[in-house]
């Protein structure tokens, strides 16, 4: 038994070191688009899904406003989905100082759809521009985020997606500082599995926050191309149904194309943040589902392990070598990754999400694809 115990967790992390070489290789392979600095570009609605975000919606829509797009070209379209806050209000306050901004406004319950994908759905139907930008409500982005994205539109494009970073609070404690930043870390650190993935022509995921997708995805499919039944995942939906349909998805790599975002702000909600994006996995058809389950029984025998102290078993080379083959592939790869980004790498910070990074996947994954989780007040079950 022992035996294929050491079989089974070492075969895991050699397929888990070889896995982050591949997509070293994805990652050099990604390269910058050319930004066209002409005025005859796309037409491209940017949908804004909302709900309670009186905090950030203003800044959100102000730095829509401020991209060096040409305004005739672009309208921003603030989906404001049944918000019991002071949204509505600074919604209209901006309306009058915004040309190319419009409001929709959702008063009734979802229904059997999710409430953001209903959001998107709702927007999708008032607009006729043929590819449409995602993002969120408490998003920042770069002025020249859309001409960045509509640089990469192409026939055959089908999703094109960029990182979101978290902005740290800076009025906040030096203690919430430092797990924000771990959190920004390993919010980052997935961001560049998917980019090197891209870089192999492999899709895996995409970003919500921080998206750009051919109209045609709804048009084919509708409700389908969500998955509208899944609470969460309208963006791993969106891509697979790329996939399906032969459309070429992108990741961008640019300055230009990273969305700053806001961090949770308690450690529960951050475990209950990625317990809500592990939900969708189950209903995806991904052809990495198995590489993902001998991951995660790697993870899990790597921390279930010391616990043979308790029966005289435990070796201590063992150990140390399956926890190289964690941490040494983990920390080249995120390395060259955040060179290629052009972000820093606070050491301190990464150390100590190393520490937690299994205990908090297995737990987190674990939470969303057996208990549920909460999502803008509601609870969600598996």
């Given at each position: 038994m022992q035996h294929f115990f050491h079989y089974f967790t070492l075969t895991g992390g050699t397929i888990y070191a070889v896995l982050l070489f591949f997509f070293y290789r994805g990652l050099r392979k990604l390269q910058p688009v050319q930004l066209d600095p002409g005025n005859d570009l796309p037409t491209i609605a940017v949908v804004v899904a909302a709900h309670n975000e009186e905090e950030h919606i203003e800044t959100t829509v102000w730095s829509l406003a401020n991209q060096t797009y040409p305004p005739d070209r672009y309208e921003i379209v603030v989906v404001d989905d049944r918000s019991s806050d002071r949204t509505p209000e600074i919604l209209q306050k901006l309306l009058s100082d915004i040309e190319n901004l419009r409001i929709v406004t959702i008063k009734e319950p979802p229904g059997d759809i999710s409430p953001k994908k209903r959001a998107l759905l709702t927007a999708v139907d008032t607009v006729q521009t043929e590819f449409i930008a995602g993002t969120d409500g408490d998003c920042v982005h770069h002025p020249d985020w859309l001409r960045n994205f509509a640089s990469a539109i192409s026939d055959d494009l089908g999703v094109a997606t960029a990182m979101t970073i978290f902005a740290k609070n800076p009025h906040s404690s030096l203690l919430k500082q430092f797990w924000q930043e771990m959190q920004n870390i390993e919010q980052i650190s997935e961001h560049l599995i998917t980019a090197g993935a891209s870089g192999l022509g492999l899709t895996l995921s995409a970003n919500g926050g921080n998206i750009l997708f051919n109209r045609a995805l709804y048009q084919h499919s509708?409700?389908?191309?969500?998955?509208?039944?899944?609470?969460?995942?309208?963006?791993?939906?969106?891509?697979?149904?790329?996939?399906?349909?032969?459309?070429?998805?992108?990741?961008?790599?640019?300055?230009?194309?990273?969305?700053?975002?806001?961090?949770?702000?308690?450690?529960?909600?951050?475990?209950?943040?990625?317990?809500?994006?592990?939900?969708?996995?189950r209903f995806g058809d991904f052809k990495a589902l198995p590489i993902l389950i001998l991951i995660f029984f790697f993870y899990l025998m790597v921390l279930l392990y010391p616990l043979t102290l308790f029966n005289g078993h435990f070796d201590w080379e063992f150990f140390v070598l399956i926890l190289g083959l964690k941490i040494i592939p983990d920390t080249a790869y995120i390395v060259y990754g955040f060179s290629r980004f052009h972000l820093k790498l606070h050491w301190i910070n990464y150390i100590a999400m190393q520490i937690l990074h299994i205990p908090f996947i297995l737990v987190s994954a674990m939470k969303g694809i057996l208990f549920g989780f909460t999502w803008k007040g509601t609870k969600y079950k598996k």
């Open positions: 509708g409700k389908l191309a969500l998955n509208g039944e899944v609470t969460s995942g309208d963006d791993f939906f969106l891509i697979q149904a790329a996939e399906k349909r032969g459309y070429r998805t992108r990741f961008l790599i640019d300055q230009a194309s990273i969305v700053h975002s806001n961090p949770e702000e308690t450690i529960p909600e951050v475990i209950n943040q990625r317990a809500r994006w592990a939900s969708k996995i």
